[in-house]
T-cell receptor, first 113, second 114 residues
Framework: KAGVTQTPRYLIKTRGQQVTLSCSPI?????VSWYQQTPGQGLQFLFE???????NKGNFPGRFSGRQFSNSRSEMNVSTLELGDSALYLC????????????FGSGTQLSVL | GEDVEQSLFLSVREGDSSVINCTYT??????LYWYKQEPGAGLQLLTY?????DMKQDQRLTVLLNKKDKHLSLRIADTQTGDSAIYFC??????????????FGKGTKLSVIP
């Protein structure tokens, strides 16, 4: 079975721009979660999607949004980029029940200049 | 919300055992996990334990859970240089409004000295 696939692997953007990151979950997995990883804050939960609906949301501003498609693939969008948005963005997929093993992709490294 | 704490660094000699510790705050935690992250990579699920268990062994890995003290540990026997990585403790717990969330510690960087 293929693992979780995230594209692109690296992104360089400038302040004020917007960016879209993509995640393809493991086949059969219906839940996709997104995390932001920075050296200072560690791993912080952004949001989770299950069956095309946002099921859970972390404490991030509205500039961070996401969606999930009918094939469970998910995209995450960040608008009006700030320098502090530079981070590794990790996507994880799971079957979607309440007690879950999450399987992570390799992440998208976003640098905002 | 849930708070998960880990020490930031651990250094051991090759062949010794490594013990990485983690404490958490939410007693309603259901599953507890250990993930490994190598440089430039995502997180790899190493092992997990359900909250009604005290111990789980999986080859060189032993997970101990003290639910009373909300303390979780990961022991790696016969530590190898390939075990050098950052290890994350993660706790799956109820986060309110019918939702569950996985909360991570900041990670323990394990350095194995040859």
């Amino acid at each position: 079975k293929a693992g979780v696939t995230q594209t692109p692997r690296y992104l360089i953007k400038t302040r004020g721009q917007q960016v879209t990151l993509s995640c393809s979950p493991i086949s059969g997995h219906r839940s996709v979660s997104w995390y932001q990883q920075t050296p200072g804050q560690g791993l912080q939960f952004l949001f989770e999607y299950f069956s095309e609906t946002q099921r859970n949301k972390g404490n991030f501003p509205g500039r961070f949004s996401g969606r999930q498609f009918s094939n469970s693939r998910s995209e995450m969008n960040v608008s009006t980029l700030e320098l502090g948005d530079s981070a590794l963005y990790l996507c994880a997929s799971s079957l979607g029940s309440s007690n879950e093993k999450l399987f992570f992709g390799s992440g998208t490294q976003l640098s905002v200049l | 919300g849930e708070d998960v704490e880990q020490s930031l660094f651990l250094s051991v000699r090759e062949g010794d055992s490594s013990v990485i510790n983690c404490t958490y705050t939410d007693s309603s935690s259901t599953y507890l996990y250990w993930y490994k992250q190598e440089p430039g990579a995502g997180l790899q699920l190493l092992t997990y334990i359900f909250s009604n268990m005290d111990m789980k062994q999986d080859q060189r890995l032993t997970v101990l859970l003290n639910k009373k003290d909300k303390h979780l540990s990961l022991r790696i026997a016969d530590t190898q240089t390939g075990d050098s990585a950052i290890y994350f403790c993660a706790v799956f717990a109820y986060s309110g409004a019918g939702s569950y969330q996985l909360t991570f510690g900041k990670g323990t960087k394990l350095s194995v000295i040859p």
